[in-house]
């Protein structure tokens, strides 16, 4: 597939219309006025990394590091990404996790580019328009890749500096904080066994967590009260102070943890895995460090109940397009061959019929999950509004999330608008059941 042959409305009888090819569909060659360019260079190469334990992973990086380089910008900058693939033989792309993106700078290999071989390069070009916490991975055999190190987080502030516990300023504690399994070991931003952290007492701190693994991970900070400002990259409205309870974060997900730090010591705790994690310490807090109470006891916090109500920008009652996408497991018809796969109405890709939509459309999903297995859901290039769960509407603040995690025998309904041209693939997040099948594409009319 040559690049930018892919073209939208092809073969569909839409011939009165002018085909867009996704190489129309590139990124601002320039910032937004008083912006900066952000320039990176991503080397994808194998490398052995030597983690703080002292055990040594053969990784899949960009640039040597697992997670690669966080790339951080204002709003408003352009952000210049040159991909080199040094020694990736199956090939690498770049893609931007929840960054609604042009969809020629998605990085989908087949869709919107060819994957980048050895030797070759790519150039990424796009505006820093959404402020928050997103990732980026390869979408390149990306069950395979992505688990061995192809990831890193991607940090956008505001520009005017006015949000809420924004924490660029000095004073402040800003950790940015993937949670990914390496080989059974959990890694907190690449450094596995407990992390220390000096905090002040009185500094205000965010915790921008990213899960870049297929399964959840239950979050747990013990020692503060807290709140969750953000929810992958999109501020919650007016979220309550909560304590003693876990999170759940889906495959894919972020969540933005802030709170003032107190007197005492404060532990990120992961998977109720008390001797890991991460600690924040005052001065002089030895003995607070050591008390960390069983966590696993902890109710989950329902963010569906949780912030106040608000507007959102277009009226749910006039969806213009509806799906439902039945999740399963079985024999299905993968490439005109019978296989057993992870399905979607009872087939599985590229055999699962496109999805399309206009521009300007509200469009409606219904996601049921048959099967016994939990599929955190991902749409590109949209954040998508969570309207309910098995019937029980949304009632907290609204939610836009780009993964939301359907656990077995669940329905959930979300809605977005249709306001970014192209083709966005649409897919578990788990990427070893996207592999075997669940993944299909949202098309443009
Ligand atoms: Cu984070 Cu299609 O991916
Ligand atoms: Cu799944």
């Known amino acids: 597939l040559p690049a930018g042959s892919v073209t939208l409305g092809e073969g569909r009888g839409r011939s009165s219309r002018a085909a867009v090819s996704v190489a129309d569909l590139r990124g601002a060659g320039s910032p ?9 260079v991503l080397t994808a190469k194998k490398a052995s990394v030597r983690l703080p334990s002292g055990r040594e992973i053969d990784a899949w990086t960009y640039n040597g590091e697992v997670p690669g380089p966080t790339i951080t910008a204002t709003q408003g ?5 040159r991909l080199r693939n040094a020694d990736i033989s199956d090939g690498v792309t770049v893609h931007w996790h929840g960054y609604d993106v042009p969809c020629g700078e998605d990085g989908v290999p087949g869709v919107t580019q060819l994957p980048v071989a050895p030797g070759a390069d790519f150039v990424y070009r796009f505006r820093a328009e959404q402020v928050g916490t997103y990732w980026y991975h390869t979408h390149h055999a990306s069950h395979v890749s992505v688990r061995k190190g192809l990831y890193g987080a991607l ?4 520009r005017d500096g006015q949000r809420a516990d924004e924490s660029t300023a000095a004073g402040q504690v800003d950790l940015t904080l993937p949670v990914h399994t390496f080989d059974g070991t959990v890694m907190i931003a690449g450094r596995d066994g407990r992390t220390e952290h000096p905090a002040p007492p009185g500094t205000p701190v965010r915790l921008r967590l990213i899960n870049t693994d297929s399964d959840p991970h239950r979050i747990v900070l013990a020692g503060t009260t807290f709140r969750v400002a953000a929810v992958d990259g999109r501020d919650l409205n007016q979220p309550g102070e909560v304590s003693d309870v876990g999170l759940r974060l889906p495959a894919g997900g972020r969540y933005d943890l802030v709170f003032l730090m107190p007197g005492r010591s404060v532990a990120l705790v992961v998977d109720d895995d008390r001797d890991g994690g991460l600690r924040l310490r005052p001065d002089g807090d030895a003995a607070g460090a050591a008390r960390i109470e069983d966590t696993s006891g902890l109710p989950e916090l329902d963010l569906l109940r949780y912030g106040a109500p608000a507007a959102v920008p277009f009226d749910l009652r006039n969806a213009d397009r509806r799906f439902t996408m039945v999740l399963d497991r079985g024999v299905a018809m993968v490439d005109g061959r019978p296989a057993y796969a992870q399905t979607v109405n009872g087939r599985g890709h590229p055999a699962i019929p496109d999805q399309l939509v206009a521009e300007g459309d509200i469009v409606r999903f219904t996601v049921v999950n048959r099967s016994l297995e939990t599929h955190p859901w991902h749409l590109h290039g949209h954040p998508v509004l969570i309207l309910s769960r098995d019937g029980t509407p949304s009632t907290g603040s609204p939610l836009w999330v780009d993964t ?4 077995p025998g669940e329905t959930w309904e979300v809605a977005f608008r249709a306001t970014n041209p192209g083709i966005w693939m649409n897919h578990c997040h788990n990427l070893p059941h996207a592999h075997q099948g669940m993944m299909l594409r949202l098309h443009y009319d």
């Open 32 to 40: 937004a006025p008083g912006g900066a360019v952000r320039r990176h």
């Open 77 to 81: 900058d352009l952000i210049e990404v």
């Open 155 to 158: 940090v956008v502030h505001p």
């Open 404 to 407: 939301f995690d359907v656990r």
